[in-house]
């Protein structure tokens, strides 16, 4: 069983559409959660931290249920612009990161 | 400001040839330094991690090795480049600005031919 695991998609919805992506993770000891978007042929970027209360940024929110092991993250009014791979990621002790294989979205006009 | 920097962005070597990429840190001391490498159409798969000066951590045995001869540089190299050796090779450091989640750098494309 992978550490982390996510659908790999890919997702594809229209434009103004609400889109949600789900992870699970195995190591009931993990400290941190993040969500990264990676574009094609770029460098991963954190989008956001994931805290226990859930959180928000503009179109993006992110829950996290430490009981079920399960992170996820919901984009409201999907724009064109965000068509990217999706990376769910856990913390560890010592710093250390484990990536999920990513989720692919694709917006359509 | 802390910046990571990566070189070269994209690189083509024959098969059997060296190869050295460099990663280096700045605006910031001590750092915990990663190098990831991602297949095409794959996950990230870590390689090594150093947590400060020649100290080295291999995740995965292959044909590949790192050095940290300094403390904000870090360097990945083969001395016989493997056709499995093409990938995405990304270098990414612990920034407590992101929550003490990683920062990447801008990446070095590597084609074996």
């Known amino acids: 069983r992978k550490e982390v695991e996510q659908d790999p998609g890919p997702f594809n919805v229209p434009e103004g559409a609400t889109v949600a992506f789900n992870c699970t993770y195995s190591n009931s000891a993990s400290q941190s959660f993040f969500w990264y978007r990676q574009d094609c042929r770029k460098e991963p970027k954190l989008l956001m931290s994931v805290y226990s209360s859930g959180n928000e940024d503009g179109r993006f929110t992110a829950q996290l249920n430490r009981a079920s092991q399960y992170i996820s993250l919901l984009i409201r009014d999907s724009k064109l612009s965000d068509s990217a791979t999706y990376l769910c990621?856990?913390?560890?002790?010592?710093?250390?990161?484990?990536f999920g294989g990513g989720t692919r979205l694709m917006v359509k006009p | 400001s802390q910046t990571i920097h990566q070189w070269p962005a994209t690189l083509v070597q024959p098969v059997g040839s060296p190869l050295s990429l460099e990663c280096t840190v700045e605006?910031?001391?001590?750092?915990?330094l990663y190098w990831y490498r991602q297949a095409a159409g794959r996950g990230l798969q870590l390689l090594f991690y150093?947590?400060?000066?020649?100290?080295i951590s291999s995740e995965v045995p292959q044909n590949l090795s790192a050095s940290r001869p300094q403390d904000r540089q870090f360097i990945l190299s083969s001395k016989k480049l493997l056709l499995s050796d093409s990938g995405f090779y990304l270098c990414?450091?612990?920034?407590?600005?992101?929550?003490?989640?990683?920062?990447f750098g801008s990446g070095t494309r590597l084609t074996v031919v």
């Open positions: 605006g910031t001391s001590n750092p915990n």
């Open positions: 990414a450091w612990v920034d407590f600005r992101a929550n003490y989640g990683y920062t």
């Open positions: 150093s947590v400060g000066i020649g100290q």
């Open positions: 990621v856990v913390r560890n002790a010592g710093n250390m990161l484990t």
